[in-house]
């Protein structure tokens, strides 16, 4: 395929295929089939036979994979979209249970080659060590259990897409209306947050039966794998290798031991900031001095823009992806009616283009989020050269960096969205504040899902009174939920991680503190730290976590010392602010 320009930029397009017909159409496992039986039958008698075979299969696994994430994406994009649900259901009923018996079979295949040792065990230990892993979780009773729950996560998005508020004569979605929330009308934000709970107080039987289904059906699929539970369970299929359930909990208590004074006290100063006797929640984030809520931007087509700019500061290799991204309509930023919840970067790994989803009502919190998912496109782009699919599969603890450390080295031309030298240094001191509580609410969304599947036969009522629970131990005491207790304990329904991505939370926690060192870097030599960067994403999943950590500067260590180190160097920076 060729490729065009725009402005100096070549405008990718996905490569010329030599294995799959150009014309391939996998909506019917019969179109698929033929090409894992040909994989399946091959003979593989020297080593760059084996080679040659990978490199087939990598492509195959590209093309399915890229189409399928289209069609995900579909369905979030426009939640009421049918075609695009039954397109997904088609997926998950008549292809992934037929796929997941061929590539295991390939698995079989791959790990018995007697060529294996052959391969550069520099480069390929990763994917070996996470293949060998998939065999030994594999059990063939499994596959219509993960069927149902693929179908059964899905609901998540269509019950909180169709969430949203009427407010002065306007429907708002849920995140167009949390940006009254830091308006300087107290009753407003009240009213405001009133509405948005209420609301989403509606579907909470729905969705605690929902949960009810997913934790019920991960627990069977992990005792058939011979697990105890599906948090054992989870620890092997997210390949985390790097660290146990026993680190994560020592990791809980260090945040908790070294981060909670400092959180009580910023909140007890916005106290008494607000001049108020209670601080309510709807005080939280609002801003304290009593000043506008900050604006970087008044459209989507602006926060492009000055995302471009910003990012080309760091390196006009960022901005020129987002430039192409651009270009392509690959972004969908716009909250809307109808439209999934939250945002996400989703990896397209036969052209080697993201696709950015997020849902902007034009707020400061959607300048992070925009600079955040430009950070996993950025690592997109980079490891998209690698050679294999397989390589570019990067663990979570590893993307997240990509994300947060592009927050936090954008930050440093954050002028281009706030010309305001005093806006400026609101919005750094709000970021660097909001840092402090992601730190402890991935510790929070952590220990909750550690209870969910270690007593996966409780009750509505006592999951909701551990979420509460969970909270006087993770957020600020200050805080008073007097008389809104049931909004409290049901709060972990917002969060789409626990219905659609279970365990991927405490790698917001790991990754921020890789994060936080190569910001530290950054300002002492930022060109060097750019490039540690730069390196560490282009490495995909060819290292273990450690090695990834170390290539960006930074050092995979979740120790109370190694904690506290980079908690003074954050308190540094709010002191200069």
């Known amino acids: 395929m060729t490729s065009e320009t725009y402005q100096g930029i070549e405008i990718p397009e996905r490569k010329k ?12 496992w019969e179109a698929i089939e033929p090409y894992y039986k040909n994989l399946l039958d091959r003979n593989i008698n020297s080593l760059d036979e084996l080679k040659n075979w990978l490199k087939d299969w990598s ?9 399928g994430r289209w069609i995900y994406v579909r369905t979030t994009i426009d939640t009421s979209d049918e075609k695009a649900k039954a397109a997904l ?53 499994n596959i219509p259990l993960q069927s149902e729950l693929n179908m059964k996560q899905s609901t998540f998005d269509q019950i909180a897409g169709a969430q949203s508020i009427h407010y002065n004569g306007t429907e708002l979605t849920v995140q167009q209306a949390q940006v009254y929330l830091k308006s300087n009308n107290r009753e407003q934000r009240e009213e405001i947050f009133r509405l948005i709970n209420e609301r989403r107080l509606q579907d909470a039987e729905k969705l605690d039966s929902l949960l009810t289904e997913l934790i019920q059906l991960r627990t069977q699929i992990a005792k058939n794998a011979g697990f105890e539970n599906f948090m054992e369970y989870r620890f092997n299929e997210l390949a985390r290798f790097d660290y146990t359930p026993a680190d994560c909990l020592k990791f809980h208590a260090s945040i908790e031991e070294v981060l909670m004074p400092l959180v009580n006290q910023l909140f007890e100063e916005r106290k008494k900031e607000l001049g108020l006797d209670t601080l309510k929640p709807w005080d939280r984030e609002v801003d304290p001095s009593g000043k506008a809520p900050l604006k970087p931007f008044n459209s989507t087509e602006e926060l492009i823009d000055k995302t471009i700019q910003c990012f080309n500061r760091l ?28 945002g996400y970067n989703m990896t397209m790994p036969e052209i080697g283009v993201p696709f950015i989803f997020m849902n902007s009502a034009n707020s400061e919190s959607d300048l992070v989020t925009m600079v955040h998912e430009g950070g996993h496109a950025i690592h997109t782009f980079l490891s998209h050269d690698l050679e294999l699919n397989a390589f570019k599969d990067t663990t979570s603890e590893v993307a997240e960096v990509a994300s947060m450390g592009m927050e936090l080295m954008s930050m440093e031309h954050w002028d281009i969205f706030y010309s305001n030298p005093e806006d400026l240094k609101r919005a750094k001191k709000n970021h ?53 207790e049931t909004f409290l304990a049901t709060g972990y329904q917002s969060i789409l991680h626990f219905y659609i991505v279970p365990f991927y939370y405490i790698e917001y926690a790991f990754a921020e503190l ?36 170390e290539t960006a500067g930074a050092k995979f260590d979740f120790s109370k010392p190694y904690i506290s180190t980079l908690v003074d160097f954050l308190k540094e920076e709010l002191a200069k602010l």
């Open 89 to 141: 259901m088609n997926q998950y009923v008549n292809i992934y249970p037929k796929l997941s018996v061929q590539v295991n079979l390939l698995d079989k295949k791959f790990v018995s080659s007697p060529f294996i040792d052959e391969l550069d065990q520099d480069v390929f230990f990763t994917t070996i060590r996470k293949t060998k892993k998939s065999l030994e979780l594999f059990r063939e009773e």
């Open 514 to 549: 890789g994060s936080l060192a190569l910001w530290r870097n950054f300002k002492q030599n930022p060109s060097k730290a750019i490039n540690d960067y730069k390196n560490a994403l282009r490495l995909g999943y060819t290292k273990p976590i450690p090695v990834f950590y």
């Open 59 to 67: 492509e195959l696994d590209a093309v399915l994979g890229e189409i």
């Open 17 to 28: 295929r030599t294995f799959v017909a150009e014309n391939f159409d996998p909506s019917t």
């Open 432 to 484: 660097l504040q909001y840092i402090l509580t992601i730190l402890t609410k991935t510790c929070l969304g952590d220990s909750f899902q550690f209870w969910l599947y270690q007593n996966p036969n409780h009750t509505v009522e006592e999951r909701r009174a551990k979420w509460a629970e969970l909270n006087k131990r993770f957020t600020s005491s200050t805080v008073d939920w007097t008389g809104n």
């Open 315 to 342: 390196d006009t290799y960022f901005g020129e992806r987002i430039e192409i991204m651009k270009r392509m309509n690959y972004l969908d930023l716009d909250s809307r009616m109808k439209k999934g919840p939250g």
